[in-house]
T-cell receptor, first 114, second 115 residues
Framework: DAGVIQSPRHEVTEMGQEVTLRCKPI?????LFWYRQTMMRGLELLIY????????DSGMPEDRFSAKMPNASFSTLKIQPSEPRDSAVYFC????????????FGPGTRLTVT | AQSVTQPDIHITVSEGASLELRCNYSYGATPYLFWYVQSPGQGLQLLLKYFSGDTLVQGIKGFEAEFKRSQSSFNLRKPSVHWSDAAEYFCAVGVPDGTASKLTFGTGTRLQVTL
């Protein structure tokens, strides 16, 4: 199994630009999570989906952030417009709803907004 | 709401020495408990988990953790540390909400191993 796949691995963009982060969960997993990791705030859950439906987006910082999961094998996290304070590592994780609830993390996308 | 405290931000141990990383949680019932490890530039890898049953759980890479309900703790241990164990370790508490288990992470403990 290839594990959770995220792209791009690194993204550098200028303030005001749109940024799209991509995630492919492990095949068969039906829950998907987006996290943000910063030195100041640690690891924060932004949003999670179950069976492609957003269940809890209370961690999304503001309206500039949006996430979609059009099918079971793909999700995007979009920031529009981006700001320097959005610089962080963004992780995607997936799990099975039934069973042991283990979350498997992708390698992350390091976002730098200048 | 649940919370996790990892009181040690940074720990240094000598290779071959024993290790204990502390984790305390706050939750009204017995939560799901996890330890993850993150190497520099990498994602998080699950070391071990506790859901129920035996309070001493074994994980990968020779790690173990013990759930102590009376102390609301889930400390991670390893009898002999290897240089490759240098990484950041996160404790997490999971609360199943019917559709998935949301995880709340501690702030992490960075482990340095001296030779």
């Amino acid at each position: 199994d290839a594990g959770v796949i995220q792209s791009p691995r690194h993204e550098v963009t200028e303030m005001g630009q749109e940024v799209t982060l991509r995630c492919k969960p492990i095949s068969g997993h039906n829950s998907l999570f987006w996290y943000r990791q910063t030195m100041m705030r640690g690891l924060e859950l932004l949003i999670y989906f179950n069976n492609n439906v957003p269940i809890d987006d209370s961690g999304m910082p503001e309206d500039r952030f949006s996430a979609k999961m059009p099918n079971a094998s793909f999700s995007t996290l979009k920031i529009q417009p981006s700001e320097p304070r959005d610089s962080a590592v963004y992780f995607c994780a997936s799990s099975l709803t039934r069973g042991n609830h283990e979350q498997y993390f992708g390698p992350g996308t390091r976002l730098t907004v200048t | 709401a649940q919370s996790v405290t990892q009181p040690d931000i940074h720990i240094t141990v000598s290779e071959g020495a024993s290790l204990e990383l502390r984790c305390n949680y706050s939750y009204g019932a017995t939560p799901y408990l996890f330890w993850y490890v993150q190497s520099p530039g990498q994602g998080l890898q699950l070391l071990l988990k506790y859901f129920s049953g035996d309070t001493l759980v074994q994980g990968i890479k020779g790690f173990e953790a013990e759930f102590k309900r009376s102390q609301s703790s889930f400390n991670l241990r390893k009898p002999s540390v290897h240089w490759s164990d240098a990484a950041e370790y996160f404790c997490a508490v999971g609360v199943p909400d019917g559709t998935a288990s949301k995880l709340t992470f501690g702030t992490g403990t960075r482990l340095q191993v001296t030779l």
